[in-house]
């Protein structure tokens, strides 16, 4: 499986907060819808992903719950036909939420940001920092803490949950 180290952060200040990732980006950000159908497995997450100018995208990923930078585990296959597929896992697993969002994409060395605004929840960044294979999430970690203090996250910004998760406690 492939790994990140990720973070979630409410944003204040969404504004404020891109012109600080652009100062330290690679280039510019790609805009993106996005609209992603979770649904019922154990232990983990799946997630189907419908977004604006590419292919869908069946997503399953493993990771902690918690506020600060943590390791996630992650397969992504390619879908063809997304109703269809949508319509196939409902009936086999159920739905447990649907996020929908625009967002910002950006690359910072192998490390992607996200700038999200989440229908119904307001504004978000998210960090992945890509972890070779073999290597250990500390020095994710340490890349994600240092992106956090260019970025003027604070540890009090931090979000535990997915998305869907806040969704579903309606904050």
């Not at 994710?140 to 803490?145: P, S």
């Given at each position: 499986?492939?790994?990140?180290?990720?973070?979630?952060?409410?944003?204040?200040?969404?504004?404020?907060?891109?012109?600080?990732?652009?100062?330290?980006?690679?280039?510019?950000?790609?805009?993106?819808?996005?609209?992603?159908?979770?649904?019922?497995?154990?232990?983990?997450?799946?997630?189907?992903?419908?977004?604006?100018?590419?292919?869908?995208?069946?997503?399953?990923?493993?990771?902690?719950?918690?506020?600060?930078?943590?390791?996630?585990?992650?397969?992504?296959?390619?879908?063809?036909?997304?109703?269809?597929?949508?319509?196939?896992?409902?009936?086999a697993l159920g739905v447990i939420g649907r996020v929908v969002k625009r967002r910002l994409v950006y690359r910072v060395g192998r490390t992607r940001i996200h700038l999200d605004e989440v229908q119904d929840l307001g504004s978000f960044l998210e960090l992945e920092v890509e972890l070779a294979n073999g290597e250990p999430?500390?020095?994710?970690?340490?890349?994600?803490?240092?992106?956090?203090?260019?970025?003027?996250?604070?540890?009090?910004?931090?979000?535990?949950?997915?998305?869907?998760?806040?969704?579903?406690?309606?904050?």
């Amino acid at each position: 499986m492939a790994r990140n180290v990720e973070i979630k952060a409410r944003l204040r200040d969404l504004e404020a907060t891109r012109r600080l990732v652009e100062a330290i980006a690679d280039g510019p950000g790609q805009p993106v819808e996005q609209s992603d159908t979770f649904f019922r497995v154990a232990g983990a997450r799946l997630k189907l992903r419908e977004r604006s100018g590419a292919d869908a995208e069946l997503i399953y990923y493993r990771r902690a719950d918690a506020p600060g930078p943590k390791a996630s585990e992650y397969e992504i296959a390619p879908v063809r036909d997304a109703a269809a597929l949508r319509k196939l896992l409902a009936a086999a697993l159920g739905v447990i939420g649907r996020v929908v969002k625009r967002r910002l994409v950006y690359r910072v060395g192998r490390t992607r940001i996200h700038l999200d605004e989440v229908q119904d929840l307001g504004s978000f960044l998210e960090l992945e920092v890509e972890l070779a294979n073999g290597e250990p999430a500390d020095l994710g970690v340490r890349e994600a803490k240092r992106l956090m203090g260019a970025l003027q996250i604070g540890e009090d910004a931090l979000i535990a949950q997915a998305y869907v998760d806040l969704l579903a406690r309606g904050r």
